[in-house]
T-cell receptor
Framework: DTEVTQTPKHLVMGMTNKKSLKCEQH?????MYWYKQKAKKPPELMFV???????INESVPSRFSPECPNSSLLNLHLHALQPEDSALYLC??????????????FGDGTRLSIL | GESVGLHLPTLSVQEGDNSIINCAYS??????FIWYKQESGKGPQFIID?????DKRQGQRVTVLLNKTVKHLSLQIAATQPGDSAVYFC??????????FGTGTSLTVIP
């Protein structure tokens, strides 16, 4: 069982919908990450939060909006997504402010399908 | 982004044999590397890491070798088991604090 919990496991939404992905960790980690992974491809970094502040945004479209309410929680708000946004969205955490030469611990992801 | 690639996209090995998965990286200044295992329907799972001031690190049944001269990383799995079947990714951390995954190698263990 992973120590990084993501909900929901699956999400189907229309292009006009608004939804949120949630991620939680209780390891006391101070960095949290969002990745996007297409089928048979490696994960691609989207956002990094270090000490609850957004430290890296890899030029992600504004229809993806991250939020870090506290050190244990990370949300990804979705609005007006496109079919090409269908993918597995992975959350990860690491002990210190990231990425910085430390392993990241991943959740099992949310499988997102855009109709 | 940076180029972190693998030489072979697929690898099949007999159960009990040793496996070697290779990875090439392009940033000679990268200072930290990780190997992850990703099973179907799961997130990547940390296997082993190595810093650039080392050339070898061993874990349980796994060994990572780093050759900075040719910018090459390898993962050796001893006595490969069916449970080792998965996609394996290398990842690198650059001095600019960028973090990149390689393209992945799919390992299939034949019973």
């Amino acid at each position: 069982d992973t120590e990084v919990t993501q909900t929901p496991k699956h999400l189907v939404m229309g292009m006009t919908n608004k939804k949120s992905l949630k991620c939680e960790q209780h390891m006391g980690h101070r960095a949290m990450y969002w990745y996007k992974q297409k089928a048979k491809k490696p994960p691609e970094l989207m956002f990094v939060y270090s000490y609850e502040k957004l430290s890296i945004n890899e030029s992600v479209p504004s229809r993806f909006s991250p939020e870090c309410p506290n050190s244990s929680l990370l949300n990804l708000h979705l609005h007006a997504l496109q079919p090409e946004d269908s993918a597995l969205y992975l959350c990860a955490s690491s002990q210190r402010g990231g990425p910085g030469n430390q392993p990241q611990h991943f959740g099992d992801g949310t499988r997102l399908s855009i109709l | 982004g940076e180029s972190v690639g693998l030489h072979l996209p697929t690898l099949s090995v007999q159960e009990g044999d040793n496996s070697i998965i290779n990875c090439a990286y392009s940033n000679s200044a990268s200072d930290y590397f990780i190997w992850y295992k990703q099973e179907s329907g799961k997130g990547p799972q940390f296997i082993i890491d190595i810093r650039s001031n080392m050339d070898k690190r061993q874990g349980q049944r796994v060994t990572v070798l780093l050759n900075k001269t040719v910018k090459h990383l390898s993962l050796q799995i001893a006595a490969t088991q069916p449970g080792d079947s998965a996609v394996y990714f290398c990842a690198e951390n650059t001095p600019g604090n960028q973090f990149y995954f390689g393209t992945g190698t799919s390992l299939t263990v034949i019973p």
